[in-house]
C-alpha cells in the first residue's frame, strides 16, 4: 500500500483497527515479565486465533506481534542476535492468519532509551540504527504499512519515523501514550509533535493506550482541527483499576467503549481501534458503530 492507497482508504470510510495485543495474551496464558514476542513464537496459535477474532469482529487493519521486537527490548531477554529472525516469523504469523483479507502493520515502539537531545544518554545515531534496523527486515517481509506506537517522546517519534523513511515510502502512522494535558512523558507535546511528524510525511498520528476515549476527546478534537493528515484513536477500555492479585482491570464493557468512541469520530478520528483491555467483543461494536448500525445492547 502506498501514502495516496492509504489517504483514498481513509477518506473513504473511517478505518477500524485490531484491539489489545498484550492484555489478551495474558488472559489468554502468557505469563508477565517475559518477552511477548519470544511467548508469541512459542504459542503461535493463541496470536492467530486472536487475530482472527479481530478480523471476524470487522478490523481492517491487524498489527503484527512486533511490538518489543527492536535489537534493544530484545537484548534486554539475550534475544538481539534472533532480532531478523524473530521479525520475519511474527510478521508471518499475522499475514497467515490476514490472507490478504486485511492490511498487515509493521508494530514498532520504544526502544526504552532517551535520546540525548531530550536528556537521555542515547545518540540519534543509536536509536535511528535500531529502528532502521527492524524496518527494513519488516519491509522486506512484507508488512503493508507501519505503525510507530505507544511513544513517549516527540524526538525518539522523529527518529523512528526516519528511520522506516530511509527504508521505503510505505505509509506510517504514528501514536502517542500523554499525559491528560497533551504532554509527553519524555519531551515534547502531542500538539508540536503532530505538526512536526505530518511535515515529515508521517500518514497518520494521534493517540493510544493512554486512557479511555473520553479522557483522549479533547486532544483528539485539536489534532483533527489542526492537522490535515488522518487522525488516530486506539484508546484502552478506560483506566485501569489493579485488583488485589496485580491484575489491571478495565471498567469500559464493548457497548460503553463503543458508545465513548462516537465521541472522537464526531469530533474528527478517521482511524479507530481498540489498545489495552480491549476485546475482540469491543471491536466488533466499535465496528458496528463506525458503519451506522445499532450497537446498543448488542451484548
Not at 8 to 19: H, R, W
Not at 94 to 118: F, I, N, R, W, Y
Not at 144 to 171: G, N, Q
Request: aromatic share 6%; with cysteine.
Amino acid at each position: 500500500m502506498n501514502k495516496t492507497e492509504f489517504r483514498e482508504l481513509t477518506d473513504s470510510k473511517i478505518v477500524c483497527l485490531d484491539g489489545a495485543t498484550g492484555t489478551n495474551l495474558t488472559v489468554r496464558g502468557m505469563p508477565k515479565g517475559i518477552s511477548t514476542e519470544a511467548w508469541v513464537l512459542e504459542h503461535p496459535e493463541v496470536l492467530q486465533n486472536l487475530q482472527r477474532e479481530f478480523i471476524e469482529a470487522g478490523a481492517d487493519v491487524i498489527y503484527a506481534p512486533t511490538f518489543g521486537a527492536n535489537r534493544k527490548v530484545l537484548g534486554g531477554f539475550g534475544l538481539a542476535d534472533k532480532t531478523e529472525e524473530m521479525n520475519k516469523k511474527l510478521l508471518g504469523l499475522s499475514q497467515e492468519v490476514s490472507k490478504g483479507s486485511v492490511l498487515v502493520a509493521g508494530d514498532m515502539a520504544p526502544t526504552g532509551m532517551v535520546p540525548d537531545s531530550a536528556g537521555g544518554d542515547a545518540s540519534y545515531e543509536e536509536i535511528f540504527e535500531i529502528y532502521r534496523e527492524q524496518a527494513e527486515i519488516l519491509y522486506h517481509a512484507g508488512a503493508d504499512l507501519f505503525v510507530i506506537e505507544t511513544m513517549m517522546s516527540a524526538d525518539e517519534t522523529s527518529i523512528a519515523l526516519d528511520a522506516v523513511s530511509s527504508v521505503c515510502d510505505l505509509p506510517v502512522m504514528c501514536t502517542f501514550s500523554v499525559y491528560a494535558d497533551g504532554k509527553c512523558f519524555f519531551d515534547g507535546n502531542i500538539f508540536d509533535a503532530a505538526a512536526v511528524l505530518e511535515a515529515m510525511g508521517a500518514a497518520a498520528v494521534g493517540l493510544n493506550c493512554c486512557s479511555g476515549p473520553d479522557q483522549m476527546e479533547s486532544i483528539i478534537r485539536y489534532l483533527a482541527k489542526n492537522c490535515s493528515i488522518p487522525i488516530i484513536a486506539k484508546p484502552n477500555a478506560g483506566m485501569p483499576k489493579i485488583d488485589e492479585n496485580g491484575n489491571a482491570i478495565y471498567s469500559l464493557g464493548p457497548e460503553a467503549f463503543a458508545s465513548q468512541m462516537k465521541m472522537l469520530t464526531d469530533a474528527g478520528v478517521r482511524i479507530v481501534g481498540g489498545c489495552c483491555g480491549t476485546e475482540p467483543e469491543h471491536i466488533r461494536l466499535l465496528k458496528k458503530m463506525i458503519s451506522g448500525q445499532s450497537f446498543i445492547g448488542s451484548i
